[in-house]
């Protein structure tokens, strides 16, 4: 089954900042959008799903964030924490095109239940 995207055009790459990221609140859901040191760009729901904490406020190394109320670590590309635990939160694409990020509302991986 393929998924079709619904791509919103959000801001221009450099609004976001490196190493860091902006959050998106819908009625449903905040989602964080990520910029690590090599431009990518990574968006995810914005509660880390062990205690909640905003990860929005982690540390981003690599494709990775760290959560900043106890140190789980969340990868961006897909997720998943990398703990003892499954866990994962939703991951959403996003897309880059002339120096404007784009993001689809529609998750791809919805989280752990």
């Not at 990518?40 to 799903?49: G, L, Q």
């Not at 003892?84 to 791809?108: N, W």
Request: proline share 5%; charged share 25%.
């Amino acid at each position: 089954m393929t998924k079709e995207n619904n791509w919103v055009e959000l801001c221009q790459l450099s609004e976001i900042p490196e190493r860091g990221c902006r959050v998106v609140v819908t009625d449903e859901i905040k989602i964080a959008i990520f910029r690590t040191h090599t431009d990518d760009v990574y968006a995810i729901e914005d509660k880390c799903p062990h205690l909640g904490g905003a990860l929005s406020e982690g540390i981003v190394h690599g494709a990775q964030v760290t959560c900043p109320l106890h140190n789980l670590v969340i990868n961006l590309v897909n997720g998943e924490a990398l703990g003892p635990e499954p866990m994962c939160v939703k991951s959403f694409d996003v897309k880059k095109e002339d120096g404007k990020v784009y993001l689809d509302l529609v998750p791809v991986k919805k989280e752990a239940a």
